[in-house]
């Protein structure tokens, strides 16, 4: 399945839906990267900010439509969780061209450093 088929089938998800689903990640991203030393963890990490980074353009659609991520009229996008964590990932191992590609998406999409 390619990541324009898995976002397909979220788009008929809420806002509320899909905000649930960025900050599960995001949380599942945090535990499984503190357990780093064990391999399978890491690799879980690796997968889950993948679909983080996946996720991110119908996420940040839905914080378009949050008051709450407004100020004075202006959206403010947050730094997202995923990108920063995977790009840890990929410098460490020096990965280069898949972290150019990446830091490129998230500029793209408009988040946050």
Same mark, same amino acid.
């Given at each position: 399945?390619?990541e +324009?088929?898995?976002?397909? !089938? ?5 806002h509320?839906?899909?905000?649930? *689903?960025h #900050?599960?990640?995001q +949380? ?10 064990? /391999?399978?963890?890491?690799?879980? =990490? ?7 980074? *996946?996720? *991110? /353009?119908? *996420?940040?659609? =839905?914080m378009?439509?949050? /008051? ?6 202006? #959206? #403010?996008? /947050? !730094? ?7 790009a840890?990932?990929l410098?460490?191992?020096? +990965? ?6 990446? +830091?490129?998406?998230?500029c793209?999409? !408009?988040?946050?450093?």
């Amino acid at each position: 399945m390619t990541e +324009e088929e898995w976002l397909d !089938g979220l788009r008929h998800l809420s806002h509320d839906q899909i905000l649930q *689903a960025h #900050f599960s990640l995001q +949380e599942q991203i945090k535990k499984h990267y503190k357990l780093r030393a064990e /391999p399978k963890h890491m690799k879980k =990490a690796i997968a889950l900010c993948e679909q983080h980074i *996946a996720l *991110a /353009p119908l *996420a940040i659609e =839905a914080m378009k439509q949050n /008051p709450h991520m407004y100020s004075n009229g202006e #959206f #403010f996008a /947050p !730094g997202h969780h995923g990108y920063r964590q995977y790009a840890i990932i990929l410098r460490r191992k020096k +990965e280069f061209d898949k972290l150019n590609e990446i +830091e490129k998406k998230k500029c793209s999409e !408009g988040w946050a450093d």
